[in-house]
């Protein structure tokens, strides 16, 4: 395990720790994409079935853990706890559209026909797109809170830490996923426009306003 994964687990598990502690503390889920947390929960639940069948270390085991609960931690507060202030209305992108295509492709393309590839397929492919809803959403608002733009920094972080753990691998141990780093890539492709209006308006303290949709 080389430095780029750890800080990418760091950035990733710090994201969702921002995004727990602003619900929990402003009691409210105003401005979260309840949509893009069910995905992300998706992810984590058909990426991680290996825990009952392989083990591959301590801190693997312990972070797949931690990321499953706090995946649906996430979703139990916006749809339970919070749903009084869940924003139903702008949270409107329809996950037929990612969800039939991401299923096909991780039966086209996969490494292996078994069960556990084509979900382990299916939950990286669904994750280079499961953040649209939430963007979906930022765009159809017009507006983003600071805390909630944090929480969208540090997740865009992870994946570009994890592509340059995907270098490093490839030069170290010759190691190559074609599926992993495509599907990453894209993922961070839709984090460009963001990463953009980030440094130049929330880290100047201004507050991150896109144009609203006509």
Not at 44 to 58: A, C, G, H, K, Q
Not at 98 to 119: A, C, D, K, Q, R
Request: charged fraction near 15%; glycine fraction near 4%; proline fraction near 2%.
């Amino acid at each position: 395990m080389n430095v780029f994964r750890i800080l990418g687990d760091v950035s990733h598990l710090l994201a969702i720790i921002i995004l727990l502690m602003k619900i929990q503390k402003s009691k409210s889920c105003a401005g979260i994409s309840g949509k893009s947390q069910i995905l992300f929960a998706l992810v984590f639940t058909t990426r991680y079935l290996d825990l009952f069948t392989t083990f591959i270390s301590v801190y693997n085991t312990v972070m797949k853990v931690i990321f499953l609960i706090c995946a649906y931690i996430t979703v139990y507060m916006i749809y339970v706890k919070f749903r009084k202030t869940f924003d139903s209305e702008n949270d409107s992108f329809r996950l037929e559209f990612l969800l039939v295509p991401v299923t096909g492709l991780s039966f086209l393309e996969n490494h292996s026909f078994t069960p556990l590839e084509i979900l382990w397929t299916f939950s990286i492919y669904l994750e280079s797109v499961a953040i649209l809803p939430q963007l979906f959403m930022i765009s159809k608002t017009g507006e983003a809170e600071t805390i909630t733009t944090h929480y969208l920094f540090f997740l865009g972080l992870y994946r570009a830490l994890y592509i340059a753990n995907w270098v490093w691998r490839y030069y170290t141990e010759n190691f190559y996923d074609q599926i992993a780093v495509v599907s990453g890539v894209v993922q961070t492709i839709f984090y460009c426009d963001f990463f953009y209006l980030y440094v130049t308006k929330v880290l100047k303290g201004k507050k991150l306003s896109l144009p609203m949709p006509v």
